[in-house]
């Protein structure tokens, strides 16, 4: 079956602006995860929802990022006035349930920020 | 109290060799270890994982020893081949939360 995809696969975008980064999960899967991994890095946690709620949003670095998932389903994370900081590839990992279940990982998308 | 610290950053082994990966981890609460493994443009893929209770698994060519006690866990690659380079990390979380704090990584290169 279809694993997680992520889309755009590459984003460059100039400071300031606005981008939508968007995850469809493994259909059935309840649990979404985003992660941010920077050059040389492992990934690191951002938010993770289960369902269509926000459990956990402790991994935003600030009030720029946002992330929604409104029908339980596809996810969008959402970064206001973008700086040349949040350059990095953002990786979205869904579960069947929360806890802990395998976490499949996407290809993620590279944000570049000029 | 969150981190997980991964050794070594990189490894080169010969074919046929063993390759083993080390991490130690400070949050008592973990209760899963993951170990992730990752090629260049494509998203981390789960490798193989252990819980605390057994201090062994292994699946095919890979084992997870644990050391509850250390606070530290390894991953054994046996008869390691070309196709094993990649980027291994580990990783560890909290049974009520999957979120997964993760090591920082160790390229590997398995020479022919």
């Known amino acids: 079956g279809a694993g997680v995809s992520q889309t755009p696969s590459n984003k460059v975008t100039e400071k300031g602006k606005y981008v939508e980064l968007r995850c469809d999960p493994i259909?059935?899967?309840?649990?979404l995860y985003w992660y941010r991994q920077s050059l040389g890095q492992g990934p690191e946690f951002l938010i993770y929802?289960?369902?269509?709620?926000?459990?956990?949003d402790s991994g935003l670095p600030n009030d720029r990022f946002f992330a929604v998932r409104p029908e339980g389903s596809v996810s969008t994370l959402k970064i206001q006035r973008t700086e040349r900081g949040d350059s990095a590839v953002y990786l979205c990992a869904s579960s069947l349930m929360f806890s802990s279940d395998t976490q499949y990982f996407g290809p993620g998308t590279r944000l570049t920020v000029l | 109290q969150q981190q997980v610290k991964q050794s070594p950053q990189s490894l080169i082994v010969q074919k046929g060799g063993i390759s083993i990966i080390n991490c130690a981890y400070e949050n008592t609460a973990f209760d899963y270890f993951p170990w992730y493994q990752q090629f260049p443009g494509k998203g981390p893929a789960l490798l193989i994982a252990?819980?605390?209770?057994?201090s062994e698994k292994k699946e095919g060519r890979f084992t997870i020893s644990f050391n509850k006690s250390a606070k530290q866990f390894s991953l054994h690659i046996m008869d390691s081949q070309p196709g094993d380079s990649a980027t291994y990390f580990c990783a560890a979380s909290t049974g009520n939360t999957g979120k997964l704090i993760f090591g920082q990584g160790t390229t590997l290169q398995v020479k022919p």
């Open positions: 259909s059935g899967h309840t649990a």
């Open positions: 252990i819980r605390p209770d057994v």
């Open positions: 929802f289960q369902g269509t709620g926000a459990a956990d």
